[in-house]
């Protein structure tokens, strides 16, 4: 009797467990015209998105002409209808010296309740220009940066191009989270085609200290395809708190030779748990013994490529929770950057998903 009572308890906990998981599904995709110009700029570039105030917010990818662009999107009955552009807001930069001094490779924002934007710039490592994080005001006027650890801020440890990639707000509205695209030198090595020790670090900062409070080391995938070039690369371009401790992480592997079919996305869970070792005083974490974040595959955009237009999935860098859905659930909405088509045909796709849960 007291093994089939414990047998009882175990299941119910298991069904707890499945029930509290959560899973993906695709519901549409809309392409913004290539090209297209808005209040004499070109609607391009977009390496990151946010939802606030009724209002969807990109940065555009530009360090000739840092900005940010606002829309209105309709999305009915699990459909992007259309896609209205409302402003363009342009960084001061001759009003503050941060911007002259500073390389504004924008690549993710979010804006907090009182419409102040925060931007994420990788900066320019070959230009000997740290990444930062910064906030500036709704007419793109700065305010104050924020500090960074020592191992985020050293020229030397960053590997050009997979600096700073990601943001989000935080669940609790203290503060912030930011993910690196890449592996920093003295954490392990870039991602391969056999499973590699590459960790890349996602960093809470507390607003009103502007300080790095604790960190979470996350593992990259091992690169899925064979090589046809000689660029083979994976690195998270995008991350969202979408509860407590738990996050949804876009993982994006880019392979030269393929052509427009270059891209693989993969959404997964990284969840905090009783193991997960906050990193924050860890200078080296080749050197250390760590435990990251639990990861779960959630969403393999190859699995939905056939839904999609020529079979493209383009480089996804933003993602951000949208409108609740008419069935209540909660979207999502994921953009590409296009690179403003310097590198090739490419789109700026928008994917809509929505969150159910098991």
Known sequence: MKKIVF?????????????GQVKLNYLDEFIIQDSLTFKNTIVGGLSGIDYAHNTFYFVVDDA????????????????????????????????????????????????????????VS?????????????KVDK??????????????????????????????????KDGFWIAM????????????????????????????TKKAIHQYAYQLEAIPKPPKGNINLNGVTAILEYKKNSFLVVERIYQNGYGAYGNTIKIFEA???????????????????????????????????????????????????????????????LVSDDNFQIYGKQLNQLILLEIVDK
């Open 271 to 333: 969840t905090v748990d009783e193991n997960t070792t906050n990193t924050l005083q860890i200078e080296a974490l080749v050197d250390n013994v760590f435990y990251p974040l639990k990861k779960r595959l959630l969403l393999d955009f190859d699995d939905i490529r056939n839904q999609l237009t020529e079979g493209i999935v383009d480089n996804i860098e933003g993602i951000t929770f949208g409108p609740k859905l008419s069935n209540g659930n909660q979207s999502l909405l």
């Open 181 to 208: 695209e890449g592996v920093l030198k003295s954490d392990g090595k870039e991602a391969s085609f056999q499973k590699t020790n590459s960790p890349i670090r996602i960093t809470y900062i507390h607003k009103s």
């Open 139 to 172: 007419k793109g006027i700065f305010l104050e940066r924020f500090h960074l650890p020592k191992h985020l801020s050293n020229l030397k440890n960053i590997k050009h191009n997979a600096a700073f990639e990601a943001s989000s707000r935080a669940i609790h």
């Open 64 to 119: 000739q002409n840092p900005r940010i662009i606002s829309a209105k999107i309709k999305i009915n009955d699990g459909e992007i209808q259309n896609v209205h552009f409302t402003d363009v807001v342009l960084l001061e930069k001759s009003k503050h010296t941060f911007f002259n001094n500073n390389t504004l490779d924008l690549e993710s924002i979010f804006v907090d309740e009182k419409e102040n934007i925060y931007l």
């Open 122 to 134: 990788e900066g320019s490592i070959k230009k000997k220009k740290l990444p930062s994080v910064f």
């Open 7 to 19: 047998l009882l308890i175990v299941f119910c906990c298991f069904l707890n467990v499945v029930s």
